[in-house]
Each structure stands twice: as structure tokens, then as C-alpha cells.
């Protein structure tokens, strides 16, 4: 794909040597028009991200029973078998399986024991330390990643470059990998890997492998691919962001639709803030004379009631 406007590729690289402020510009642009672009240069190792993938896909291929005994428990950690999540407005439940970690939290920890939602130990399976290893070093460096690219954004905002960093103290970042088998053929115009939604947090990092399906909506209304790029992560804000942009940032509509033929695996980093933090967006300097358009509101109650509407049982 060709950069465009509404699409752009940006160079993360000047942002990874502290110059924020030029990548800020490029990244105010994109999240103005769209909310979406793509990174290069985002300091994650291809050998890391390949033997994600490889590991992940592995797991994925295992038997069923096997991926159960590693299914959520309070802190929505571990396998989510087919049709767990269905998004606001969705005929159907989404045709993914994923499996997802957190920040790594001890049973004793203080948030754990106050019962903060999606705070706790991860959950692995047995006899895959491969697996394991491959996610948590996918976890730290994609986390990197985050922080650079906040630095970026709050310049975009006009705001301090470490605005975000207390907010950050130990972020609710969640990290998937999620696979796609392909879609039933009777199932053609109906079935979403993910259906049309927006994320919930801040900012997303994506990586995805080869076979293409992400869609994002455009100003029209019509749906522009955002097909695999060789080096590089799509990124998207979320509601949190364009709640504490007021509404300067917009977190745009996308979807997952797997009609390759073949199965699907991408690599999604939901990179939030603490559980506690308060998004409020008279922090982020608005412009003089223009009033709040949003309540604050607490990122983890947020977040968790998101997650909590996506897995209720479709009424009849």
C-alpha cells in the first residue's frame, strides 16, 4: 500500500531518539483525520515478533481441551475460545480465538487482594516455556514501544512529553494474540473475525501477519483496507484517548473479516493507563473558551465495563 493522508506511515524512529515533537506533528494529523496510522521503525525486533507468532500459532493448533485449562479467570488473563466477545451492535458473536496477558501481578499484591478488575497473575499453559517466554518479551518490548509513542502524542496534544509517564505507573496494557480461522463460506456476509467496533483505551499497537482483513472506516463511511505493511505496526486511539483529547483524536470504527481461505494471526497490544488513572480533558490543555465535552472518569471502570458488555450472552 502507498502512504496516504488518511493512512500515513510515520517514522517512529525520531521519537525513539527523543525528538517527540517532530514525530507529534505526523501523529496530530493522522489522529485527526482518522485516528490510525502506521509505525516503522518501532525498535521491536523482527526475531522477537516472528517467534511470537510462531509460538502463538502453535498453541493455537493445540487441542481444545488443552487451551481450556487455561480459560479467563478474574483478571480476563489466558484462552478465549470462539465466540466469546461480541461487539456493541454485532449479529454475531466474533470468529477469533485469542489469548491474552497483563502486567504480571503476584496473588499478594495490593491490587490484587482489593480485587481491582484485570489486575492479577498471568496464566500459562503447562509445558509450553516457549510460549511464555516469546509473549512476556513480546509484552516489555512492545511496552517500549508504547511509551515512546505516548511521548509523541502528548507533544501532539501540546502538552509536556511525560504527561502520560505517571499515568503509566502500571499500566492496564493487555497484549493478544489472536487468531482467525477462515470464515465459514456459509457464513460469507454476516461473520466478523471482529465486528465493526471502536477500542476502548488509549492507544492500540498492532502487528499482523500476512493475510490482510483489517478494515477501517472512512469519512465517507466506506470501508479503506489497512493491509500488512512489511516493518511496520498499525496503531489506533481508542475512546479513553479521544475522551481525554476531547474529542480532538477520534477513535475510529474498524473490523476483521478472514475470507482468505486460510488462517489469520495478528498480534494486538491495548496499551491503557493505570487502573486508577483519571481521564479528564482539562488536563490536556484545551484551547481557551472551549468547555469540556467529557466527565472524568476512572480508566479502569471504563475499560472493565467495555469488556464486561463484549462478553454478555446475546439476548434472545
Excluded at 482489593?114 to 498471568?122: D, E, F
Amino acid at each position: 500500500m502507498s502512504e496516504t493522508a488518511y493512512l500515513p506511515i510515520i517514522d517512529l524512529g525520531p521519537a525513539r531518539n527523543g525528538d517527540y515533537v517532530t514525530t507529534g506533528e505526523l501523529i496530530s494529523n493522522a489522529f485527526s483525520a482518522s485516528g490510525f496510522c502506521y509505525i516503522r521503525n518501532h525498535g521491536i525486533a523482527e526475531e522477537l515478533i516472528q517467534r511470537t507468532h510462531d509460538e502463538a500459532l502453535d498453541f493455537f493448533h493445540a487441542p481444545m481441551k488443552e487451551k481450556l485449562a487455561c480459560k479467563p479467570k478474574e483478571a480476563v488473563r489466558g484462552f478465549n475460545a470462539l465466540n466469546r466477545t461480541t461487539m456493541y451492535g454485532a449479529e454475531n458473536p466474533d470468529y477469533k480465538e485469542f489469548y491474552q496477558i497483563g502486567l504480571e501481578l503476584s496473588p499478594d499484591d495490593p491490587a490484587v487482594l482489593a480485587g481491582q478488575p484485570l489486575r492479577g497473575p498471568n496464566q500459562w499453559p503447562a509445558d509450553r516455556s516457549a510460549f511464555r517466554k516469546a509473549m512476556t518479551d513480546y509484552f516489555e518490548a512492545v511496552g517500549v514501544c508504547g511509551q515512546h509513542l505516548l511521548r509523541a502524542v502528548a507533544c501532539s496534544l501540546g502538552i509536556a512529553p511525560d504527561f502520560f509517564v505517571s499515568k503509566y505507573a502500571r499500566p492496564l496494557q493487555r497484549t493478544q494474540a489472536i487468531w482467525y480461522p477462515p470464515h465459514p463460506p456459509e457464513r460469507e456476509k454476516d461473520q466478523f473475525g471482529v465486528a465493526p467496533h471502536t477500542d476502548y483505551g488509549c492507544v492500540t499497537l498492532l502487528w499482523q501477519d500476512g493475510t490482510g482483513g483489517l478494515d477501517v472506516q472512512g469519512v465517507d463511511g466506506q470501508w479503506v483496507p489497512a493491509p500488512p505493511i512489511p516493518g511496520t505496526l498499525v496503531i489506533n486511539i481508542g475512546d479513553l484517548l479521544c475522551r481525554w483529547s476531547n474529542r480532538r483524536y477520534n477513535s475510529n470504527m474498524h473490523r476483521v473479516t478472514n475470507r482468505s481461505g486460510k488462517e489469520r494471526l495478528s498480534i494486538a497490544t491495548f496499551y491503557d493507563p493505570d487502573y486508577d488513572a483519571i481521564v479528564d480533558p482539562r488536563d490536556l490543555n484545551l484551547p481557551d473558551g472551549v468547555p469540556s465535552l467529557f466527565p472524568p472518569v476512572s480508566a479502569g471502570e471504563y475499560i472493565i465495563g467495555r469488556i464486561r458488555e463484549s462478553q454478555k450472552p446475546k439476548a434472545s
